[in-house]
């Protein structure tokens, strides 16, 4: 929430889409806070039951503030009215399947993906998809996963960012969002290297602190604190 006040003007209180990408902790704990200061105009994510008092706060909030729920599917397209050059492709999950009663790796598999196509760019977004769902969107056509940035799956475990994978999307930034020192070792250095090998640049949040893409139709810049 911080983070979003330093960055949008003072004045803005409205927001266009907020993603839930899947029903963990670490993913939604934060965003209540943005739900309940800013007005949003529709919520995309699966469809979950609460299982946690948090996700019941989450469901509660977002009834409450009587935002629309989207619940999206592989092959949707997402535009913005007075934006035709901004698009979000749903690349995961493959359909709109309740995740209800899914459990750790089967809810991270269940994450919304999305490729957000602007003028000449594309940046691909992964949740914390794992293996499993890395292994669908690879059957996709390469030109509609290829991204000059990647926000790499779960944090930069072992459990994502396959070769083939990695490979396929061709990423000249990878970027990693992982809390330092965290108790799991994330990243894994098995991904780091399959990174590195792709020819990605890597920024790390626990090590470059917030990373921040600027960009126009033609040309996009990629910065960071440290």
């Known amino acids: 929430l911080n983070e979003m006040g330093e960055h949008l003007p003072f004045w803005q209180r409205d927001l266009d889409l907020m993603v839930l990408t899947h029903p963990h902790q670490d993913h939604t704990m934060g965003l209540i806070d ?15 039951t609460a299982t946690s008092s948090l996700v019941g706060q989450w469901l509660h909030a977002v009834k409450t503030a ?3 729920i989207h619940y999206p599917r592989r092959g949707e397209s997402i535009t913005f009215e007075g934006e035709p050059e901004v698009e979000l492709r749903i690349l995961n999950p493959l ?9 750790g790796d089967d809810i991270n598999n269940g994450s919304v993906v999305l490729r957000l196509s602007y003028g000449k760019h594309d940046i691909l977004l992964e949740g914390d998809a794992q293996e499993a769902a890395e292994a669908e969107m690879s059957r996709l056509p390469g ?13 930069g475990s072992d459990t994502s960012s396959t070769q083939q994978f990695v490979e396929q999307v061709r990423p000249q930034v990878a970027i990693i969002s992982v809390g330092t020192e965290n108790k799991y070792g994330h990243p894994a250095s098995e991904t780091l290297q ?9 920024y790390r ?4 602190g ?16 440290r």
Do not use: C
Not at 34 to 46: I, M
Not at 95 to 103: I, P
Not at 210 to 225: F, H, L, P, Q
């Open 34 to 48: 943005v739900l309940e200061r800013y007005e949003v105009d529709q919520v995309v994510q699966t469809e979950f």
């Open 66 to 68: 009587g935002v629309p």
């Open 95 to 103: 359909t709109t399947e309740s995740a209800g009663g899914k459990q």
């Open 143 to 155: 030109e509609e996963i290829a991204s000059e940035i990647l926000k790499v799956g779960h944090h």
């Open 194 to 202: 399959t990174i590195q090998e792709a020819g990605a640049i890597i």
């Open 205 to 208: 949040t626990d090590l470059n």
């Open 210 to 225: 917030t990373v921040e893409i600027i960009a126009d139709k033609e040309r996009m810049w990629v910065r960071s604190e």
